[in-house]
């Protein structure tokens, strides 16, 4: 702690700071709040999480009556709603975020548009959005390896044929589409998945819904983008073992390939095996959905949520701390409010519902072998969760039911499994069949297919 002060130290001596960075970080903190602060994930031990939300507001409403002559008085409202109703699991997160955080940010962006501009917008949350529940608030390129990787429309329906297409797998039977099935939210609906000769495979097939909004790819986290991710597939002997060489032959021989090449990229003659993973990432970039009810509710466009989704939501966030590790407003591991950091968890999945033994998949530690991540998996997306059975990296749970059974138990620790580097917490939720049920409606009211 002394070192990384004193580089502060150090740092800030020489460190100019604009009005711009500064506005930008208010609104980032005003962000972090309603992700994570709210949510005990700060506050974990404490519990106090909602008392310091308010001791925070209070020193933004100071900066920000310093760099600016309008009122501020709803952020003065926000601290004291908070200071108000300090009481973790009855506080009510959904008003507190739609009536007092949303309108906060907003008039910063507001704000920031008349006078300072914005910092660089080349990160997941754009710079200038209002709020993290618009539409189009998160940036698809993000994580894109280079401005070659960009979605354009000719790229996305090159991509989309492609996608669809068995030539890419040595069988001439098997797609990217035969495991990620448009109507089935991207995903194949199987415990896990078929390899290319109809064998089981040990991982389940998350959905591609807002997989660019993730900066990891695979259950284990082995690769940083689409391009790469959609290239271990092919070439993987278990799943379509493709053959890139006979097939870019195969495709520049097709004159509606011919076509659609010379379209995403003009001048083209040869495709390339990067064009082609651009081609493919591109539809993959097209599949973000952000427009639920639940999103819907929180931009305050309408009473868009029942009384049981609102209450499911709050326990969500608060006693079944769900949102400590599906964090706002993407509901995966992606960690608020930068979004560039993803986390992964040890939750103790069992290899069946009633067994008493760990599931064998190392998940990350197959990658990088050291020991906290030993059997430690990406936290996926809930959202369009409704859709997506079954659940876990092996398929193990059918229902949503079980699934929160689960966590109400404790996990896999909880349940009695030798997990010793378990990072769920092993105590039981003690949440009652009502309490589960809200929880299921909110879940539900994240559905957002987009095909």
């Not at 807002?210 to 790469?228: I, K």
């Not at 076509?259 to 495709?271: D, K, N, Q, Y």
């Not at 097209?286 to 989704?309: I, V």
């Not at 998940?363 to 369009?384: D, E």
Request: glycine letters at 6%; aromatic letters at 8%.
């Amino acid at each position: 702690l002394i070192a990384h002060a004193r580089t502060y130290i150090n740092y800030w001596n020489v460190l100019e700071i604009t009005d711009a960075q500064i506005l930008d970080a208010v609104k980032l903190q005003v962000i972090r709040i309603a992700a994570l602060g709210v949510s005990g994930f700060d506050t974990a031990l404490t519990g106090t999480g909602i008392k310091e939300a308010g001791y925070s507001l209070t020193a933004l409403s100071s900066i920000l009556e310093r760099l600016a002559d309008r009122d501020w008085t709803l952020l003065k409202q926000a601290a004291a709603y908070a200071n108000q109703n300090a009481h973790f699991a009855s506080f009510d997160r959904v008003v507190f975020i739609r009536d007092f955080l949303n309108p906060i940010t907003r008039e910063i962006t507001r704000l920031q548009k008349q006078t300072t501009g914005f910092v660089a917008d080349d990160r997941l949350l754009k710079a200038a959005a209002g709020t993290m529940f618009d539409s189009g608030a998160f940036n698809a390129h993000a994580f894109s390896a280079d401005s070659n990787a960009y979605l354009t429309n000719e790229k996305l329906l090159l991509g989309r044929k492609l996608f669809s297409d068995p030539i890419l797998s040595r069988t001439g039977n098997r797609s990217c589409a035969s495991c990620h099935q448009p109507r089935k939210a991207f995903t194949d609906g199987l415990k896990t998945s078929a390899s290319v000769d109809n064998r089981s495979l040990k991982r389940n097939a998350p959905t591609l819904l807002n997989a660019a909004l993730q900066p990891w790819q695979f259950y284990d986290m082995r690769t940083t983008n689409l391009e790469n991710q959609s290239m271990d597939v092919i070439s993987n002997k278990d799943e379509m073992h493709g053959d890139m060489t006979s097939a870019l032959k195969t495709l520049q021989s097709d004159s509606l390939y011919q076509l659609l090449i010379g379209r995403a990229f003009p001048g083209t003659t040869t495709l390339s095996e990067k064009q082609l993973q651009h081609a493919l990432a591109s539809y993959v970039r097209s599949l973000t959905a952000t427009n639920s009810r639940f999103d819907r509710h929180m931009r305050g466009t309408g009473n868009n949520l029942s009384g049981q989704e609102k209450t499911g939501f709050n326990l969500f966030m608060g006693k079944a701390k769900c949102g400590s590790c599906h964090f706002l407003p993407l509901f995966n591991g992606t960690v608020p409010p930068h979004f560039i950091k993803m986390e992964s968890e040890v939750i103790g999945v069992p290899a069946a519902k009633d067994a008493k033994m760990l599931d064998d998949d190392p998940g990350r530690y197959a990658i990088y072998q050291l020991a906290p991540y030993l059997n430690s998996f990406k936290t996926t997306t809930v959202r369009n969760v409704a859709l997506t059975a079954p659940y876990m990296h092996n398929g193990v749970y059918s229902t949503l039911e079980e699934v929160l059974d689960f966590y109400d138990k404790g996990g896999g620790k909880g349940m009695g499994l030798n997990v010793a580097n378990q990072t769920l917490s092993s105590d039981t939720l003690n949440l009652s069949g009502a309490e589960k049920e809200a929880i299921i409606a909110f879940l539900k009211s994240l559905t957002d297919v987009k095909n």
